[in-house]
């Protein structure tokens, strides 16, 4: 009689709903420098993955594929918001990598191109 008990009660707590809260997840925030993508690069090895430049692209080295990241150029407070096209590693002192298309669209400078 006492194993009955156990194991409906084992049944009912294995039904209930799982409640992990999402809104625990901070979002990721950082302000920093944007590399902007060279085919050059990618040849001589500074870049280990290939964008397209006619496209609007980025990508991150530490968030996952298909995350939405918003860019915003604090000059101007222009942003856009663009999904993560894949993880290229590229110099860390860099926080983004972007291509030039993105960059013309955010009017990011090419010889200072900060970037939130």
């Known amino acids: 009689m006492k194993y009955k008990i156990v194991i409906v009660f084992l049944v009912l707590y294995s ?3 799982n409640t992990t809260k999402i ?6 925030n ?7 993508y060279n085919d050059k690069d990618f040849k ?4 280990k993955g290939k964008l397209d ?3 609007l692209q980025i990508s991150h080295s530490s968030l996952k594929n298909n995350a939405l990241i918003k860019i ?3 000059k ?4 856009l918001t663009l999904r993560n096209f894949k993880r290229i590693k590229y110099p860390d002192f860099y926080k983004i990598l972007i291509t030039k298309k993105v960059a013309e669209k955010l009017d990011i400078q090419s010889d200072f191109p900060l970037v939130e």
């Open 44 to 47: 001589n090895n500074l870049i």
């Open 72 to 74: 915003i150029n604090p």
């Open 23 to 28: 809104d625990n997840k901070t979002p990721y």
């Open 53 to 55: 430049n006619s496209l």
């Open 30 to 36: 950082s302000k920093g420098f944007a590399y902007i």
């Open 15 to 17: 039904c209930t709903i």
């Open 76 to 79: 101007t407070n222009e942003s």
